[in-house]
């Protein structure tokens, strides 16, 4: 089992950034890759970044150039840097451990409690 614990939202103006964190404990040699997800009200769950161990990453198109997704993989750590925020980006963010194979991440063992992440126009 990896817990994961979040930090790091708020509520910004447009045009603002933010920084998200997320620790995993546990059983964290289970895993090698994690993730950002993020649910705005009425609408399903979408997939904003993904990190592999070995540094692969992978962007939502709406993000794309904005947020930056890093790890520490001796801290077990992953951040998202969130630039040029848009009302749009207003959502819970959740941060997620899982796998990378052949390219592509799969998600949905473990989650974190999510962070509101407000931005005003």
């Known amino acids: 089992q990896v817990q994961l614990v979040e930090s790091g939202g708020g509520l910004v103006q447009a045009g603002g950034s933010l920084r998200l964190s997320c620790a995993a404990s546990?059983?964290?040699?289970?895993?090698?890759?994690m993730g950002w997800y993020r649910q705005a009200p009425g609408k399903q769950r979408e997939l904003v970044a993904a990190?592999?161990?070995?540094?692969?990453?992978n962007y939502a198109s709406s993000v794309k150039g904005r947020f930056t997704i890093t790890r520490d993989n001796a801290k077990n750590t992953v951040y998202l840097q969130m630039d040029s925020l848009k009302p749009e980006d207003t959502a819970v963010y959740y941060c997620?451990?899982?796998?990378?194979?052949?390219?592509?991440?799969?998600?949905?063992?473990?989650w974190g409690q999510g962070t509101q992440v407000t931005v005003s126009s």
């Open positions: 990190i592999s161990s070995g540094g692969n990453t």
């Open positions: 546990g059983s964290t040699s289970s895993i090698n890759a």
């Open positions: 997620s451990a899982g796998t990378y194979y052949k390219s592509s991440y799969y998600f949905g063992g473990s």
